[in-house]
């Protein structure tokens, strides 16, 4: 099956009533399976296709008859109320300001005494329980010796009422007649005994399943909605729900301290993934991948049992099962499925460990949102596709897929032709690279703090759409994604602990100052510091962007100043005249730029630290690209790095620079960047991809130091052997 | 003589051999005195003008006879190297990298195992002087007992061998044969007994000098060159002349602590004025300001004992004699004479209490830089005039004058036209509203680490010249100088202590975030933030500009954000859904605008704290200006403020409305912006400034509700009188 171009590798999903459509465009794309999804039942006709069988399959939702019955068992987050301004020595703090009540409420059958806490936040004080009461009738905290003027805050545990998705999915679509799904805890005893026993009830009940969906396991990552029915707090990393009385108590047993309330709350920024994690959080996170993996285990031991597959959707009830994480593995998971919509999504799946195969779920969904007329699904499914693809090209997945409903698809011709193309170009890259990886010149470290355990995640935000504030930054990822080097993800802890690991050529911390990415107060460490500033020094590179090692201590801002060559101007010495120079405008790293590069926003006021330093480009009083040497290595400092063609490419020279190997550079290479070239000696192939509509020309570079011409059509993928 | 319109209260430059053509701009602007300069000398024939003499007079420099005798007497300086990064277990720290031999030499006579600071700039440690040797003749300290990679530096004790300001004028006038002054520090002995004997021989060689224009008094303020002779490191509030072993026994004598190398090198910051000052830097100004201000109260009681006034110029050697320090009055001194640009460095020279009278020195210097052919003088000229008259209608200096060759001067027709004017129109001013101030409706406190001390000081550079990074700001000062409100000083330290003063209506915080302008790390002090939140939420105003009370703690950024409405994103609340809504379209703030306002570089991601908050002006994803109410009180926040006369017109909004006072904005007015009103109801007049150079039409209010129309030609002063 590996072999053929036409069949395999594909999954569609079922639409009720539709199996004639459904089995046409399975022939056309070649599809081998089929999928249900939330909300969509398999009917008989579908089943008789002939395909393998995906069934969706919820562990601690949408039994509601279990739920209702117990209740007490539901699942748990710790909320924090807004700031309430005290202006005399009484205080009354409503608890669900800005929270949907048919989400959440207070729970106050588990001690508020014990479970939650009150804070005079302008202190950072917490406020002792003599001082304040609950007030269930109100729905409320009365403080009785408020200090006038201060603003507070009660962290308080709630009881989660309804699914995050589920609600996601009710609201928008404005279902009627539906129940809400209640989330349940397998922590507790009734749940777990549960879960194990209804999962095995529902293979039996279930002969035509093939392939058990996980849609996932026991947390939902944190989605909190506002009275308004609108979108409040999304952190897909957010460990909220997996908190409660039982698991704070196992907790403080195993690690012998006990977690607070502002442990889950953090001043208001819930463990965003953005905020450096502390030891309270690592820890918490550690605890609840323990359980959620062990559990996990069972659950796909039962069905294995029944002779079915396991495979985990990598999104919604994810929590604790990180994909990088050290438990991971455990699980014995046949595959890992997720959504896919870039290069970055690609390889954040391609490289999951610890599983059988891995599966893209691709856009456009076959919704009528982007399915009307007048819409453009055919431009949606080609982005896509043109970057998921050459981050394939690296590291395919072993499968792909579409969502949503084929008998929107089937009204789209132009679409049904590129879905075909789509779906043979897949099989064609995955047969022909499978096993192997392209030649990499390189080997790139990004360090942050959470390295290894966010690899192809950093700066990752809800849904994969970039906020302004990460948009600089999501760039590095993609760029890298379909870049023949190879990458790995450090944590700096690590670093400062272990030292840099062997074989690194580059070091690259992307980042705004304060962040997990830049690395904040990690910068503390004077180990860390001197870590990498050995490495460069002794011939190592290092790429800087945005505001890397930002800390303002010891009269620095961007603590490896001395080797990005560049410094950030905060105020405090504007008095000292800096030593600006002119632009560089010869240089390896911008060589084959037009024009200005589109760095992103400005990071105002980066200055030279010395003449040494190169600057190759400036806006203003600020330089947006340098590079300096430091010792027998090198420094590059780049102030954003949006997706492009040409900022790849930049970010490729960058690389070879910072690792003083410039000649590698031009061994294996398509020199047109608007074409990629792949070497994979040990098959002996080569590939190149037009990334364009448009028709290019490139002149390849073989690795022999042999130039031929090459001409792609538009979008094409070239294949060649690679002669002896 | 106060109600001549025609002569007096001007003040021009001697110009050796040209007596009639000084005589005869001084009859055209009716001056009545003269001055002679650094390098200029006062003739006989100009001495026959009959004109009042003013003289430069240097305390502690331009005496090398002395100097020369006594050089355990010069001056001295704490400097910094830059970082070197250690290899190994040695480094070698050359001292004078960087700093220019000629002005600036270590001082190896001082022990430097006492003196001297090395330290570990990666672990902010002092390394102890076991540990380290100085090298005399290679100028160097070698560490034995380096950690590798980490970076460090020496902080020494030198000598100062050149006065900074005649370094300057030799160095940019290419002087040839003129000896270099070496600064003696009035704290040793034998020039404290020089100094007054000195100018008691002076004064008696000089018998036509009327008024000793001293240059000024003992120390410099900080100026480094670099061994190219460039500048390397200016601040004109810098203490670093003022310290020496003597200064440093005697402070930890009278404070009970000894300072370090540390508290003057401040990580290499230097205690720039937009640092916070810590207390080992408020205790040594306060101590040298005792000193410097004894010092001066000797020498004006000399120059007094002779017969003759004593005037500052405020600039210079300076340090020690701040305007606006405790200390100041208790000198003695008849004037105070300063450089003046715009119309905050005229309000910072007229406001100065504990003087007879003060003097603004305007531009351009008659110097060959502007008067040249193709020169354009006038517009040097009318730009300051414009600028300072506005704030002369609130606070007049008593003279003004002009500096650099009047024979320069002469060649310009134009330019004497327009001196008649200027010169005219300031004692019409002054003529008019001697002793009273224009009708006030509002009191505006300025709140930042500063307050009182560094009134009309605030973002303050050398020579005036904003930088990038303070534009945003300086249009603050400048509007509000030429405005008719009351503007105090306000520490935030004080306000923490004893509160908001009574009768103000509103505070206004500006800066970015860290700097002692916005107040940085002073936002720890929870009394400060209470004290405030208590003044606005009663009823008081508060205006935020930039990053107003910036500081990350406790969950919040802006600490004053439930006042001013709006926070700023710094990375870690991005999961959050922010209250965005429309922008407010008609406001009382914005209501005469045209357009979106200018105001300065973006502040990025400041968003509306709650429904609540007014959006005025947006861009992208960032509030930029936002009114809010808070308790009985109300915030305003801009994200910065250049001058323009559109800017004025908005802050002065911004300022009745955050006071709650719109109906009184209307009670005094030019509702035309491009005319500023000004009423003395004590004096039953009022003056209408055209500040365009187009005829204006404006309507009056009068104060009694009564509207006039008015014609104003371009640049006009329109004067009336205030009916029954």
Redesign the interface.
């Given at each position: 099956m590996i072999q053929q171009q036409d069949f395999g590798r594909v999954t569609l999903p079922a639409e009720e009533g539709c199996a004639e459509r459904v089995g046409a465009l399975a022939r056309l794309m070649g599809a081998d399976a089929i999928r249900n999804s939330d909300g969509t039942r398999l009917d008989e006709e579908t089943l008789r296709l002939g395909l393998k069988i995906y069934s969706t399959y919820f562990v601690s939702r949408g039994k509601n008859h279990f739920a209702k019955d117990h209740k007490e068992e539901r699942q748990h987050i710790y909320l924090l109320t807004p700031?309430y301004?005290a202006?005399k020595e009484t205080l009354e703090i409503p608890l669900m300001e800005g929270f949907l009540s048919e989400q959440v409420s207070p729970d106050y059958d588990h001690s508020p005494a014990v479970f939650w806490e009150v804070r005079d936040?302008?202190?950072?004080r917490v406020i002792p329980p003599q001082e304040w009461q609950v007030q269930p009738e109100q729905g409320a905290v009365r403080l009785s010796r408020a200090?006038?003027?201060?603003?507070y805050t009660v962290a308080f545990l709630a009881w989660a009422d309804w699914d995050p998705t589920q609600m996601y999915n009710y609201i928008t679509n404005d279902w009627q007649g539906v129940e809400k799904d209640i989330p349940y805890d397998l922590r507790q005893p009734a749940a777990a005994a549960f879960a194990p026993a209804e999962l095995s009830g529902w293979l039996e009940e279930h002969p035509e399943v093939d392939v058990v969906r996980f849609t996932t396991f026991l947390y939902h990552f944190?989605l909190l909605f506002?009275p308004r029915r609108?979108?409040?707090?999304?952190?897909w990393f957010?460990y909220g729900f997996a908190v409660s009385p039982e698991a704070l108590e196992a907790f403080s047993a195993e690690y012998g301290y006990s977690l607070t309330p502002e442990d889950f709350v953090d001043?208001?920024?819930?463990n965003?993934p953005?905020?450096v994690p502390n030891r309270a959080f690592r820890d918490f996170m550690s605890f609840t991948e323990r359980f959620v993996c062990a559990k996990a285990r069972e659950l796909v031991a039962i069905t294995h049992q029944k002779g079915r597959e396991a495979m985990m959707f990598l999104g919604d009830t994810w929590i604790g099962a990180e994909p990088y994480g050290r438990e991971f593995p455990s699980i014995g998971l046949d595959a890992v499925v997720g959504s896919v919509g870039n290069g970055t999504t690609l390889r954040m799946l391609s490289e999951i460990r610890g599983v059988r195969y891995t599966e893209a779920r691709f856009l456009p969904y076959f919704f009528p949102d982007v399915f009307r007329e007048g819409g453009d699904p055919v431009r949606e499914a080609r982005e896509c596709w043109l970057s998921a693809r050459r981050a394939m090209m690296v590291k395919p997945v072993d499968r792909i897929g579409y969502g949503g409903y084929p008998s929107l698809a089937m009204q789209f011709p132009d679409f049904l032709k590129y879905m075909e193309r789509v779906a043979k170009e897949f099989r064609k890259i995955y047969n022909s690279i499978y096993g192997c990886r392209p030649s990499a010149g390189l080997r790139v470290g990004i360090i942050n703090s959470w390295g290894e355990l966010r690899s192809w995640q950093t700066h990752m935000?809800?849904h994969a759409i970039p906020?302004?504030?990460?948009a600089p930054y999501t760039g590095i990822l993609e760029a890298l994604s379909g870049l023949p080097v190879e990458v790995s993800f450090l944590s700096l802890s690590r670093i400062a602990e272990e030292g840099i690991p062997q074989g690194v050529d580059v070091l690259l911390n992307a980042g705004?100052a304060?962040?997990a990415f830049s690395g904040g107060k990690e910068w503390e460490d004077?180990r860390l510091?001197?870590?990498i500033?050995?490495f460069v020094?002794e011939g190592g590179g290092l790429i800087g962007i945005g505001e890397p090692s930002a800390y303002?201590?010891?009269?620095?801002y961007f603590q490896l100043a001395?080797l990005l060559g560049v410094e950030r101007?905060?105020?405090?010495?504007?008095?000292?005249?800096k030593p600006w120079h002119p632009v560089c405008t010869h240089h390896f790293i911008t060589e084959e730029l037009s024009g200005a590069p589109n760095l992103g926003?400005d990071v105002?006021?980066v200055y030279p630290l010395s003449e040494e330093t190169e600057i190759l480009c400036q806006s203003?009083?600020s330089v947006r690209l340098a590079a300096n040497r430091a010792?027998r290595g090198r420094g590059v400092y780049l102030s954003g790095l949006p997706f492009s063609a040409e900022n790849t490419r930049l970010l490729l020279r960058a690389l070879y620079w910072a690792a003083g190997k410039e000649k590698e550079f031009f061994r294996y290479l398509s020199k047109n960047p608007a074409c990629e070239a792949f070497f994979y000696p040990q098959k002996k192939l080569f590939a190149v991809l037009n990334q364009t509509a448009l028709p290019q020309q490139t002149v390849l570079l073989d690795g022999r130091g042999k130039e031929t011409v090459l001409s792609l059509a538009p979008e094409e993928i070239y294949w060649g052997c690679m002669t002896e």
């Amino acid at each position: 099956m590996i072999q053929q171009q036409d069949f395999g590798r594909v999954t569609l999903p079922a639409e009720e009533g539709c199996a004639e459509r459904v089995g046409a465009l399975a022939r056309l794309m070649g599809a081998d399976a089929i999928r249900n999804s939330d909300g969509t039942r398999l009917d008989e006709e579908t089943l008789r296709l002939g395909l393998k069988i995906y069934s969706t399959y919820f562990v601690s939702r949408g039994k509601n008859h279990f739920a209702k019955d117990h209740k007490e068992e539901r699942q748990h987050i710790y909320l924090l109320t807004p700031r309430y301004t005290a202006e005399k020595e009484t205080l009354e703090i409503p608890l669900m300001e800005g929270f949907l009540s048919e989400q959440v409420s207070p729970d106050y059958d588990h001690s508020p005494a014990v479970f939650w806490e009150v804070r005079d936040r302008t202190e950072g004080r917490v406020i002792p329980p003599q001082e304040w009461q609950v007030q269930p009738e109100q729905g409320a905290v009365r403080l009785s010796r408020a200090e006038p003027y201060h603003e507070y805050t009660v962290a308080f545990l709630a009881w989660a009422d309804w699914d995050p998705t589920q609600m996601y999915n009710y609201i928008t679509n404005d279902w009627q007649g539906v129940e809400k799904d209640i989330p349940y805890d397998l922590r507790q005893p009734a749940a777990a005994a549960f879960a194990p026993a209804e999962l095995s009830g529902w293979l039996e009940e279930h002969p035509e399943v093939d392939v058990v969906r996980f849609t996932t396991f026991l947390y939902h990552f944190t989605l909190l909605f506002s009275p308004r029915r609108k979108e409040k707090y999304v952190d897909w990393f957010g460990y909220g729900f997996a908190v409660s009385p039982e698991a704070l108590e196992a907790f403080s047993a195993e690690y012998g301290y006990s977690l607070t309330p502002e442990d889950f709350v953090d001043e208001g920024y819930y463990n965003s993934p953005f905020r450096v994690p502390n030891r309270a959080f690592r820890d918490f996170m550690s605890f609840t991948e323990r359980f959620v993996c062990a559990k996990a285990r069972e659950l796909v031991a039962i069905t294995h049992q029944k002779g079915r597959e396991a495979m985990m959707f990598l999104g919604d009830t994810w929590i604790g099962a990180e994909p990088y994480g050290r438990e991971f593995p455990s699980i014995g998971l046949d595959a890992v499925v997720g959504s896919v919509g870039n290069g970055t999504t690609l390889r954040m799946l391609s490289e999951i460990r610890g599983v059988r195969y891995t599966e893209a779920r691709f856009l456009p969904y076959f919704f009528p949102d982007v399915f009307r007329e007048g819409g453009d699904p055919v431009r949606e499914a080609r982005e896509c596709w043109l970057s998921a693809r050459r981050a394939m090209m690296v590291k395919p997945v072993d499968r792909i897929g579409y969502g949503g409903y084929p008998s929107l698809a089937m009204q789209f011709p132009d679409f049904l032709k590129y879905m075909e193309r789509v779906a043979k170009e897949f099989r064609k890259i995955y047969n022909s690279i499978y096993g192997c990886r392209p030649s990499a010149g390189l080997r790139v470290g990004i360090i942050n703090s959470w390295g290894e355990l966010r690899s192809w995640q950093t700066h990752m935000v809800a849904h994969a759409i970039p906020y302004a504030k990460t948009a600089p930054y999501t760039g590095i990822l993609e760029a890298l994604s379909g870049l023949p080097v190879e990458v790995s993800f450090l944590s700096l802890s690590r670093i400062a602990e272990e030292g840099i690991p062997q074989g690194v050529d580059v070091l690259l911390n992307a980042g705004e100052a304060g962040t997990a990415f830049s690395g904040g107060k990690e910068w503390e460490d004077p180990r860390l510091i001197c870590r990498i500033r050995r490495f460069v020094r002794e011939g190592g590179g290092l790429i800087g962007i945005g505001e890397p090692s930002a800390y303002p201590k010891n009269g620095r801002y961007f603590q490896l100043a001395d080797l990005l060559g560049v410094e950030r101007e905060m105020g405090f010495s504007l008095s000292a005249n800096k030593p600006w120079h002119p632009v560089c405008t010869h240089h390896f790293i911008t060589e084959e730029l037009s024009g200005a590069p589109n760095l992103g926003e400005d990071v105002s006021f980066v200055y030279p630290l010395s003449e040494e330093t190169e600057i190759l480009c400036q806006s203003g009083e600020s330089v947006r690209l340098a590079a300096n040497r430091a010792g027998r290595g090198r420094g590059v400092y780049l102030s954003g790095l949006p997706f492009s063609a040409e900022n790849t490419r930049l970010l490729l020279r960058a690389l070879y620079w910072a690792a003083g190997k410039e000649k590698e550079f031009f061994r294996y290479l398509s020199k047109n960047p608007a074409c990629e070239a792949f070497f994979y000696p040990q098959k002996k192939l080569f590939a190149v991809l037009n990334q364009t509509a448009l028709p290019q020309q490139t002149v390849l570079l073989d690795g022999r130091g042999k130039e031929t011409v090459l001409s792609l059509a538009p979008e094409e993928i070239y294949w060649g052997c690679m002669t002896e």
